[in-house]
């Protein structure tokens, strides 16, 4: 009884183990998608229009465009005294802070100040600008999903006086 025991447990496991194989074989096919490093520095660092932006702002991608994944990640450096004009954003977009100080606001709201590790999600359509504050500069991520023809409307740059409003 034993004996039997151990030989349809030998069977299981030859069974088993093909089936393994000819699903590693499956995996390894020509069809299997590989992962995709996205190497630091590899695509050219770009400035921020003056059309777009007020002060010195560096956007690096961090992702190729047209990407199948249909996001567009980047990482945004702002000055001290930096920021975006005021703008909207057709399907929203997350920013998540990594270092220094910024400053985030939409129309008729406060300005609020965000700090390294806060992430800020800007919804679909509302009036709004994110920057650097005045004596420190700030370095977010941008992701925004390209899906649907996401699209950026760019209006009037943030004046002075409504920077300082804080
Ligand atoms: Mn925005």
């Known amino acids: 009884m034993k004996k039997l025991s151990i030989i349809c447990l030998s069977l299981a496991l030859i069974i088993s183990a093909a089936a393994m194989t000819v699903q590693a074989k499956e995996r390894k096919g020509n069809d299997m998608k590989q992962i995709e490093v996205f190497k630091n520095g590899s695509i050219p660092s770009a400035k921020g229009p003056e059309a777009w932006f007020t002060g010195p702002v560096r956007v690096d991608s961090v992702m190729p465009n047209g990407h199948e994944s249909n996001i567009s990640l980047g990482l945004v450096t702002f000055?001290?005294?930096?920021?975006?004009?005021?703008?909207?954003?057709?399907?929203?977009?997350?920013?998540?802070?990594?270092?220094?100080?910024?400053?985030?606001?939409?129309?008729?709201?406060?300005?609020?100040?965000?700090?390294?590790?806060?992430?800020?999600?800007?919804?679909?359509?509302?009036?709004?600008?994110?920057?650097?504050?005045?004596?420190?500069?700030?370095?977010?991520?941008?992701?925004?999903?390209?899906?649907?023809?996401?699209?950026?409307?760019?209006?009037?740059?943030?004046?002075?006086?409504?920077?300082?409003?804080?």
């Open 79 to 166: 000055e001290p005294g930096s920021r975006t004009a005021w703008h909207t954003h057709s399907k929203g977009q997350l920013v998540l802070i990594t270092s220094g100080i910024g400053l985030v606001q939409q129309e008729g709201g406060e300005i609020i100040e965000v700090h390294p590790g806060d992430a800020v999600w800007f919804p679909a359509n509302v009036k709004h600008w994110h920057g650097a504050s005045k004596d420190v500069g700030m370095t977010h991520y941008s992701i925004i999903n390209l899906n649907d023809n996401n699209s950026v409307e760019w209006l009037e740059h943030v004046t002075d006086k409504e920077y300082n409003n804080k």
